[in-house]
């Protein structure tokens, strides 16, 4: 059973840095592209970053290039988002994605709240 838990969201000011994390189990990460999105108030939800299975390349939306990091702990079953430089328009309920190609399911956590304010 696929089970996906965020947490790590919190409130910060401009400029400030968080990093959130999504604990997983009952996925490895050589066959499950592991995504982080994130929905802000009145509108659709977006990809922020993706890592593809088996690979350590992440793509990035252009909107958080060079401010976010995705990483992943094999050992701990955790993918990280490490966000620097945050803006207020990153202010969002951000949630980890699973996605496994062969059957083209995909799973979703609960989502973590980012506030970025002053």
């Known amino acids: 059973q696929v089970q996906l838990v965020e947490s790590g969201g919190g409130s910060v000011q401009p400029g400030g840095s968080l990093t959130v994390s999504c604990a997983t189990s009952?996925?490895?990460?050589?066959?499950?592209?592991m995504r982080w999105y994130r929905q802000a108030p009145r509108k659709e939800r977006e990809l922020v970053a993706s890592?593809?299975?088996?690979?350590?390349?992440?793509d990035y939306a252009d909107s958080v290039k060079g401010r976010f990091t995705m990483s992943t702990d094999i050992k701990k079953n955790m993918v990280y988002l490490q966000m620097n430089s945050l803006k207020p328009e990153d202010t969002a309920v951000y949630y980890c994605?699973?996605?496994?190609?062969?059957?083209?399911?995909?799973?979703w956590g609960q989502g973590t709240q980012v506030t970025v304010s002053s």
């Open positions: 994605n699973a996605y496994f190609w062969l059957t083209r399911s995909q799973y």
């Open positions: 009952g996925i490895t990460f050589d066959v499950y592209t």
């Open positions: 890592m593809p299975y088996g690979s350590p390349r992440v």
